[in-house]
């Protein structure tokens, strides 16, 4: 259960407001800021039927300011500058009137009273004074008013021979919650919550919620109006939680903070006596993924190779397939969706035995992780070489339960880590259900942390933001909508791209059968080998834009190319040349992204370099193709084009792992570092130098003259030294 889901439901709230939330640098009132949670209180008994109890500080802060500015009027000007301090007692008094008259006139525009409640020590001494003053609470609350309390600092004093009551009001309000059977107890600070450093210190991160087990806090300096710090405030919410009462510390400058925090949004750090139930927050999802990267590094190539072949036959196993598809089958049938969307998120008994052969295929490449690179003998006795490696945690964000296996074998395959984000809720069940498989298959032998799966109880932008070196990579599976979200919600590398634009020019030189049967094929084809294709989907690889060289208006070649096209239904629109030499209608947008629409955009140019210059400035950059029989003009758009992947007389449907040769496709990616184009298991791997000496080597030596460098490559059957050979499965 997510305890921020249950606030809503809360009847009894206390809320503690902290003095530099109540108070500016100089002592004032901040009058904007409590007005503003004066109006939040007020909808909160007014609208929505709860009871709130307000412990507010601040009565010092302001009192002090108060009680400076009137001994400066009262004294003369050479006494001015000589008058003491006030007292904490003298100034308690002054400001705590201040506030009171500020209250009472504030939550008198909602038509709600206030009653002031100062506490010491004394009345919360004995069972019989706590019980007067839990009746007087409960009879100010029935009446719909707003009991304001704070401690009577004027007269309160530690009891001889008794321990405190309390020490601030962060202790107060923590055991008068508990005494007043509040439901939630909201502590306004200054601060978002509670971080585990403070400001400034590398390394720290705010907690969505505090788990005793997991988080170590290191504390800074506390405030310098309030006398609690943060010390203090988690003290006092440990002591409310352990006693049954939620807490919550947030920010009261966030904007509506208190409406926002009982809608569920995730702000502020949440104490609860069932910590251990809630949900993994998104850091602590990230880092239980990093801490198994050590763990899963030990495990070979051939075990890999062996849990890909098991994890083969458990997905064609009847038991399972009959498991998976009624879940399938069940998300189905409750989510009732459009048909042809239904159709992305079905399994079916083909489906999954193409996955069980892919999987089985896969098990039996080479082990990608350790091959070398490069191997070079830096001087004598000391070679390094460069390795392939696992990049270390993907998180991949994904639509369709068939993507989920597909990136659990590359990860497999790679060795790396895993968080999977469920993106369709729609078929939750079918993901758990192939997870449970998963899982199953693995057992020990896989890090449990190593492979996650996770939906809606994990806050994706929150997970995307993790920027503490984490998670390594993204790799979003589904429409360029998905992507372009992801993209926009991170820092992290993401393997995609914003959009699929793919061209195709006819160059003046081109056989017009050649012609017809590349375009026709770059539009009409599949994503590639059991991949299937419905409106919802993108096809990264399908033309949108046909670029015709104008030598094939003038002789009229270009009309059968026209025909080919609207034969087969696909509709076309003009770009500014076209649209106005053959009386086509306009394109939208001449660098238009149809996707796997019916849709294509003509344009019309003067020759091969004005076709280079239309690609780069409103393609991709992911696979364009030239169709011509001059080798000069085809070298110069193959040189020129600046896509991951240029065809000459192809269609642009090889931009694909399968058709490349590559494998299983991990993504397309339009980024120049990491990974380029179609990515296979490359995708998600990364390199690392190993240096090794066999003696002992310092850079002194060689400055010192006794050894030199030699910087020999070494080739042939010595490449593979000391490095596991690739297994099988």
């Not at 400001?95 to 008198?108: I, K, L, P, T, V």
């Not at 609690?228 to 966030?254: C, F, H």
Request: hydrophobic letters at 40%; charged letters at 20%; aromatic letters at 6%.
């Amino acid at each position: 259960m997510n305890v921020r889901n249950g606030f809503k439901q809360a009847k009894r709230v206390m809320i503690k407001v902290g003095s530099n939330v109540l108070t500016n640098d100089h002592g004032r009132l901040s009058v904007g800021r409590i007005g503003h949670i004066v109006e939040e209180i007020a909808s909160l008994v007014s609208r929505e039927g709860k009871e709130v109890i307000l412990v507010s500080s601040g009565a010092v802060a302001v009192g002090k300011r108060r009680l400076e500015f009137q001994k400066k009027l009262s004294s003369s000007i050479l006494a001015a500058d000589n008058f003491s301090t006030p007292s904490s007692r003298a100034a308690a008094s002054a400001g705590q009137a201040a506030f009171m008259a500020m209250y009472e006139q504030m939550f008198a525009q909602f038509d709600l009273m206030v009653g002031n409640v100062l506490l010491t020590h004394a009345d919360l001494s004995s069972s019989t004074h706590i019980t007067t003053f839990t009746e007087t609470i409960d009879e100010l609350l029935k009446c719909s008013i707003i009991p304001v309390i704070n401690e009577n600092d004027v007269t309160n004093q530690k009891l001889k021979d008794s321990p405190a009551w309390f020490i601030d009001n962060d202790s107060l309000s923590a055991k008068l919650a508990t005494e007043l059977k509040a439901d939630l107890l909201l502590m306004l600070t200054d601060v978002d919550g509670v971080y585990s450093a403070p400001p400034g210190v590398k390394g720290g991160y705010l907690l969505d919620y505090y788990s005793p087990a997991i988080d170590v806090i290191k504390f800074g300096e506390k405030s310098s109006r309030g006398r609690g710090g943060m010390e203090s405030k988690i003290k006092a919410a440990v002591l409310a939680s352990q006693r049954g009462v939620d807490v919550v510390i947030a920010s009261g400058y966030t904007n509506s903070i208190i409406s926002r925090l009982f809608s569920g949004e995730v702000l502020g750090t949440v104490f609860t006596e069932n910590w251990e139930m809630q949900a993994l927050t998104p850091r602590q999802t990230a880092s239980k993924a990093r801490g198994a990267v050590p763990e899963l590094s030990r495990i070979d190539g051939e075990t890999r190779s062996h849990l890909l072949y098991a994890l083969s036959s458990a997905i064609n196993n009847e038991h399972n397939k009959k498991a998976i598809l009624e879940a399938n089958a069940s998300d189905l049938l409750t989510a009732d969706l459009e048909p042809e969307i239904e159709k992305k998120y079905r399994i079916t008994e083909g489906q999954l035995t193409a996955l069980s052969n892919s999987l089985e295929l896969l098990s039996r490449t080479d082990d990608p992780v350790g091959k070398v690179l490069e191997h070079r003998m830096i001087t004598e006795g000391l070679v390094v070489q460069k390795v392939t490696s696992p990049v270390g945690v993907v998180l991949a964000v994904g639509e369709t339960p068939e993507t989920f296996l597909q990136v659990v074998a590359l990860a497999i395959r790679t060795g790396n880590c895993l968080i999977f984000f469920d993106a369709a809720s729609q078929v939750r069940g079918t993901f758990e259900a192939l997870f449970e498989v998963v899982r199953s298959t693995l057992g020990s032998k896989w890090p449990r942390d190593a492979l996650q799966l996770h939906g809606s109880e994990v806050d994706l932008s929150r997970l995307l933001a993790t920027n503490e070196g984490l998670i390594d990579i993204v790799l979003p599976r589904g429409s360029h909508q998905l992507t372009n979200k992801v993209a926009s919600m991170t820092n992290i590398p993401v393997l995609g791209g914003p959009s699929s634009v793919c061209h195709v020019y006819v160059d003046n030189s081109a056989e017009l059968s050649k012609a017809i049967d590349v375009v026709l094929d770059s539009k009409m084809n599949s994503v590639g080998p059991g991949c299937y294709e419905t409106p919802s989907e993108v096809a990264y690889n399908a033309m949108d834009t046909l670029l015709i060289h104008e030598g094939l208006v003038t002789d009229r070649r270009i009309n059968d190319i026209v025909k080919t096209l609207t034969d087969a239904n696909i509709k076309l629109y003009g770009g500014p040349t076209a649209a106005s030499t053959l009386g086509m209608s306009p394109s939208p947008d001449v660098g238009a992204e149809w996707n796997n629409e019916m849709v294509a955009t003509i344009e019309i140019v003067s020759n091969v370099q004005q076709a280079v210059e239309f690609i780069n400035e409103h393609g991709a950059g992911i696979a364009d193709s030239i169709i011509a029989e001059d080798d000069d003009a085809s070298e110069l758009f193959l040189r020129e084009v600046d896509s991951a992947c240029v065809f000459k007389n192809a269609s642009t449907r090889f931009a694909d792992g399968y058709r490349l040769g590559i494998g299983a496709e991990t993504g397309i990616s339009t980024t120049r570092v990491h990974s380029r184009g179609p990515a296979g298991v490359s995708g998600l791997l990364t390199s690392r130098w190993l240096t090794r000496s066999d003696d002992c080597h310092c850079v002194v030596q060689e400055l010192n003259g006794s050894w030199k460098y030699i910087h020999k490559n070494i080739t042939g059957p010595e490449i593979n030294e000391d490095v596991p050979t690739p297994a099988t499965a």
